[in-house]
Each structure stands twice: as structure tokens, then as C-alpha cells.
């Protein structure tokens, strides 16, 4: 059976470069394998890749860039994550969970909180300091979203399948 696929946002080069440095300076190296992202989907089935590919071409060629908010950072216990706010990207991912329902594992069927993953798989004290060092300092970030980025799961690591742009006029 081929791996799972992940589906995650791409940002802006700026909105990326400013989440990916927080998830590099704060997530353990060891278990650091991919970049900072919003994740849409956790585990869409391989074998349907060709489908999957379809429906995105069609959806992004349909959707134009939009703008997302970090307002806040978020305690997870063992991690901190930056919400994101923005509505366009929970109703395209309301459709696309829509169109895929038969294909989705429990976890990508649950509610759907989009945020950034900075630190995880810590020790509490330590997501808690940084949480509250975050939350003292922390701006509201503005970036926007411009497409969505297709990822094979390799047991850790991640490999970009294919990259979808949103259309641009």
C-alpha cells in the first residue's frame, strides 16, 4: 500500500520564513523533519493519489490567495502552536472534506482547528515557559495563503509530492 498523504497550506514566502524559524529555534532537533505548516489533512490514502491530485488542481484553480492571522500562541500540554484565523482557509477545507468523506481516517474527520506547530514533545514546564515568553511578547502576525502543498508520509520525514497555486487573477 503506498503511504499516506499530508496536505498542508503554503504561505507567503515572509509568513513562512517567520513560523519556520519559531518552529526551528524552539522544536527539538531530533524530531524536527519537516517545516512549519498548517496541516488540512493527516493521513489522505496513497493509492488514490491521481484523484486526490484532480480535485485539487480544480479547487485551487477556483480559489484565490487570502489572508490568514496568528493571533495568539496556544498551550498543548507538551508543545505550543500559533492559531490561525482564517475563514476562506476552514471553508476550502470544508469542501475538500466534503469531497473526500469516505476516504478520511478518524483523526482528519474530527473538528478542524488550523494552527502551526512550534514546539512539541517536550517536557510541560518547558512548553509552559515558552508558551508564557510567547504570549508576554507575542504580535499578531498577518501572511497569507497561496496555494497547498501535497506531502508523502515516510514514516517521519516528509516528501513534496506536488504544489498547488492558487489562481492569481
Not at 507567503?12 to 522544536?27: I, V
Not at 493509492?47 to 495568539?72: D, G, K, M, Y
Not at 512550534?118 to 499578531?140: C, G, H
Request: hydrophobic share 45%; proline share 10%; glycine share 8%.
Amino acid at each position: 500500500m503506498p503511504p499516506a498523504l499530508i496536505l498542508t497550506l503554503k504561505f507567503d514566502a515572509a509568513t513562512f520564513a517567520a513560523l519556520d524559524g519559531l518552529r526551528r529555534q524552539h522544536f527539538p532537533p531530533e524530531r524536527n523533519f519537516i517545516p512549519a505548516h498548517v496541516t488540512l489533512f493527516h493521513a489522505l490514502p496513497g493509492e488514490q493519489e491521481a484523484a486526490l491530485r484532480q480535485t485539487l488542481v480544480a479547487e485551487c484553480a477556483a480559489t484565490a490567495p487570502f489572508p490568514l492571522l496568528l493571533p495568539r500562541p496556544h498551550f498543548m500540554g507538551r508543545g505550543v502552536a500559533l492559531v490561525v484565523e482564517c475563514p476562506p482557509l476552514r471553508e476550502l477545507r470544508g469542501r475538500l472534506a466534503a469531497a473526500w468523506q469516505p476516504t478520511l481516517g478518524p483523526q482528519d474527520r474530527q473538528g478542524y482547528r488550523p494552527h502551526v506547530t512550534i514546539q512539541n514533545k517536550v517536557d510541560s514546564a518547558q512548553a509552559r515557559q515558552l508558551y508564557e515568553q510567547l504570549t508576554a511578547t507575542w504580535q499578531p502576525l498577518e501572511g497569507q495563503g497561496e496555494g497547498l502543498l501535497l506531502w508523502r508520509y515516510l514514516g517521519g520525514p516528509w516528501e513534496l509530492v506536488e504544489e498547488f497555486a492558487f489562481k492569481t487573477s
